[in-house]
């Protein structure tokens, strides 16, 4: 049978008379762009992460960039984040005004490091950028602890791919992402773990103060209309993708023990195939597979070979930020981060989603299993 990479019918059809529902309410109460659904969304957000104050945007490139232009950059000040991320992280850094400079990242993981992040920073770095990729954080207590040694450095967490993922703080409770650094950006595309019916974000944050200024900077600048306290920007979240949002929040842990149930079975049939390298998940994190990536030898072989048999996949990502022509005025070269050089050409993310079921994850394990002559 045909394995798709996603399958988002599948989720909505396990939850159409509650969605249905929410939806005929906000179109009712004819109250579509922010209202007591954002309100409400953003409440269970900061709960569900841990963090006292959450704000809805319009997107998560938009909870991206405008905590950075609320940092009112200057002149020269950088950004550091890794070259193995979606494009957004870099585009935001950019676009509020800070120069992006780019790191390498752990082969393991996918993640940058505090070394790794440590390595390209300088005395111009204002922000450090965590990106918790594919569904697992970033090693917060060591980048948080190094970022304390360089004087008036911030650490903001993209967790764009990992609302519900978790790992063990200094005292050794399970702290989730969102609640680990200066603040956190949400992304709510409806491809994510807890996607809505379009663009959504979510920016979470510990300033009360901080939190105030991107909620006016969201609603061009002011929180009474037609006063503009400073220049903002139009980026509310509409009421009928809180709405969705706040339906799915409720299901949201019970998806993420179906992803990881799907991954415990991959690493279970595909173990033995030396010609693979398996998602690691870091000790003291709890992983929510937004993808379950591999690293294979003859990728592009292997990917064309799923699709001969209906299976479907993905490459996230095939070429590094650095190399990308946009930022070529930056001077990057190739060679320069090895690893993520090298990840862009082994990468391959197979299908992970919570309805997938124990029989299409054994038909994509055989299908890589015949593929490097492993039988079934």
């Not at 752990?106 to 992040?117: G, H, K, Y």
């Not at 001969?308 to 005025?329: T, W």
């Not at 989603?353 to 994850?361: I, Y």
Request: charged residues 25%; hydrophobic residues 45%.
């Amino acid at each position: 049978m045909p394995v798709p990479l996603l399958d988002l019918k599948a989720q909505y059809a396990t939850l159409q008379d509650e969605l249905d529902a929410a939806i005929r309410d906000v179109v009712e109460s004819q109250y579509f762009v922010m209202g007591p659904q954002v309100v409400g969304l953003e409440e269970e957000i900061a709960a569900y992460t841990g963090a006292p104050f959450a704000v809805g945007v319009a997107s998560g490139t938009d909870a991206l960039l405008i905590p950075l232009i609320a940092l009112e950059p200057k002149a020269e000040e950088e950004v550091v984040i890794p070259s193995f991320t979606f494009f957004a992280t870099a585009g935001a850094v950019w676009n509020a005004g800070f120069r992006p400079v780019f790191c390498d990242v752990d082969p393991d993981t996918f993640n940058v490091t505090a070394e790794t992040l440590e390595a390209s920073m300088s005395e111009r770095t204002r922000v450090v950028v965590p990106v918790h990729l594919f569904g697992q954080m970033a090693p917060m207590v060591e980048i948080n602890r190094m970022a304390c040694g360089h004087e008036g450095v911030l650490v903001m967490e993209d967790a764009a791919q990992a609302i519900g993922a978790a790992q063990r703080d200094e005292g050794g409770a399970m702290r989730r992402a969102g609640a680990a650094g200066f603040g956190a950006a949400f992304s709510f595309f409806p491809t994510k773990n807890l996607g809505g019916f379009g663009d959504g974000g979510m920016v979470t944050l510990f300033d009360e103060d901080f939190s105030d200024r991107i909620a006016k900077l969201r609603v061009h600048g002011g929180r009474q209309m037609y006063h503009h306290e400073m220049v903002g920007t139009n980026s509310r979240l509409d009421a009928l993708q809180a709405a969705v949002l706040r339906v799915k929040l409720k299901h949201l842990d019970g998806w993420a023990e179906g992803r990881r149930t799907n991954a415990c079975r991959y690493h279970e049939r595909l173990k033995e195939v030396a010609e693979l390298r398996l998602p690691v998940v870091a000790e003291g994190n709890h992983h929510v597979y937004n993808q379950f990536t591999i690293r294979a030898e003859r990728r592009d072989e292997l990917r064309a070979f799923l699709s001969d048999r209906e299976i479907g996949s993905g490459i996230y990502y095939p070429k590094p930020l650095h190399l990308q022509e946009c930022f070529a005025e930056l001077g990057h070269r190739e060679g320069e981060f090895p690893v993520t050089e090298r990840l862009c050409g082994e990468v391959l993310s197979l299908p992970i989603f919570p309805e997938l079921g124990e029989e299409r994850v054994d038909e994509v394990a055989a299908a890589i299993r015949d593929f490097y002559g492993y039988g079934g």
